[in-house]
């Protein structure tokens, strides 16, 4: 049982939209992942999504609303619920999912799609 510093581990990432498991618990992995641009829509089956604003601005858009997201505030995503991130400058996000959950859902793209499960 070691500490995590987010901050030393957020240093060591230097791609967008790639989240890195940092810890895992209960079959569920935690993530970090820089934002920066905007993601594709999609959604996921099985699995919801929480997403905690560690740095930095972003917005979940949702078909029928955004919501604007800031350090220290969490939303849960509700699987089945088609959604995007948009960070218009560099954003920092901790990520709590199930284990072995693809970024992109049921979408693939080559350009956002993250391997599973990598590891800091």
Do not use: C, Y
Not at 70 to 92: L, N, Q, S, Y
């Amino acid at each position: 049982m070691d500490k995590v510093s987010l901050a030393e581990k957020l240093g060591l990432i230097n791609e967008h939209w790639r989240p890195k498991v940092i810890g895992e618990l209960n079959g569920q992995e935690v993530k970090l992942v820089k934002f920066k641009g905007t993601f594709v829509w999609h959604h996921h089956d099985s699995e919801d999504e929480l997403f905690l604003g560690v740095s930095g601005t972003f917005r979940v858009e949702f078909r029928d609303r955004t919501v604007e997201m800031g350090p220290g505030e969490f939303i849960i995503v509700p699987r089945g619920v088609e959604h995007r991130t948009v960070a218009d400058e560099e954003a920092a996000i901790l990520v709590f999912e199930p284990a072995a959950t693809r970024n992109t859902g049921d979408i693939e793209d080559g350009e956002f799609t993250a391997p599973t499960g990598v590891r800091l």
